[in-house]
């Protein structure tokens, strides 16, 4: 990919496993190919350069292996949605409600999106996850759409918590103690 | 508070709902000063400066209020665990079962460790909460006490799907397709 098919990348999935700001791409790709992580191979047309196409290196590779096979710390917790839920005593239960219900109606719309990729995963039917299968074995091309897959289904899964989760809290404000 | 009790508070509850490095508290409380939102009261004794003791003013706590009733936009998605999982096709089974059983235990250990929190809200015996109810009538406590805490069982319930995910994810691993 080239930085802007990144950039457009990022766009369309903004609600993804990761999101990165427009102004991050171009920097980092200049980072990692300066760290040999990537490199690339600029596309000529003509006597003009048309744009640059990045590819992972035999280093970023293993770079990324060592990664995925690390435990990293986890991040600090920083929820903002259950900080603001920590003193929903302190307004009107209407209008707690009513943050409520539009958490509700945001972590349903991810759950749609998420539910779509992961049976598109399923289908191996990505752009992305088709362009990975091409280097892979046949063989194995099941096991690791199953496990693309898996992760949107660990997604879902948190959504669906904290939905049912706020609905709890809906039913919580109603009650008169 | 004053700006060491802070500290302390955020050390003592680093995976609390919300985190805060030691390095933003005194700037912060700085700004918060400044924008009229809290004041310090600065306690002298004999002839030296104590420390400064802050308290929300009347305009923080309007300010707080309108923050709690808005709508805010949801943050950007970046689950760096789901993102390294998306790519445990890349590495040796082991590996990855490793990596999860590791996310697996501190999950529950951050279930363990909400549930005691959960618990001492409920039995309104936080030294936090016991400080909030003073200003609250005694007929709202329960009430106040059950919403704090219903806001860690939503914590609770996301760190279940999370450790049930990941266990869901070592049985995929182990599967020969």
Known sequence: ???????????????????????QIYPTLRQMEQAGLIEGQ???RGTKLKRTVYSITERGLEELRTWLGTDHAAAPVRDAFFLQALFFDMIEP????????????EQEQLIVEWRAHREALLAKNTD??????KDRPPAEHDRIAKLKAHVFAGQIAVAQARAD????SLRLLADDV
Chains 1, 2 share one sequence.
Not at 2 to 11: A, H, I, V
């Open 94 to 105: 209407d209008r707690a409600a009513s943050v409520l219900k539009t958490y509700i109606a």
């Open 128 to 133: 992305l996850l088709k362009e990975r299968l």
């Open 165 to 168: 989760w706020a609905r709890e």
């Open 1 to 23: 990919m080239n930085g802007y098919e990144l950039t457009r990348f990022f766009e369309a999935a903004p609600r993804w496993v990761w999101s990165a700001p427009q102004s």
């Open 42 to 44: 600029k596309e000529i």
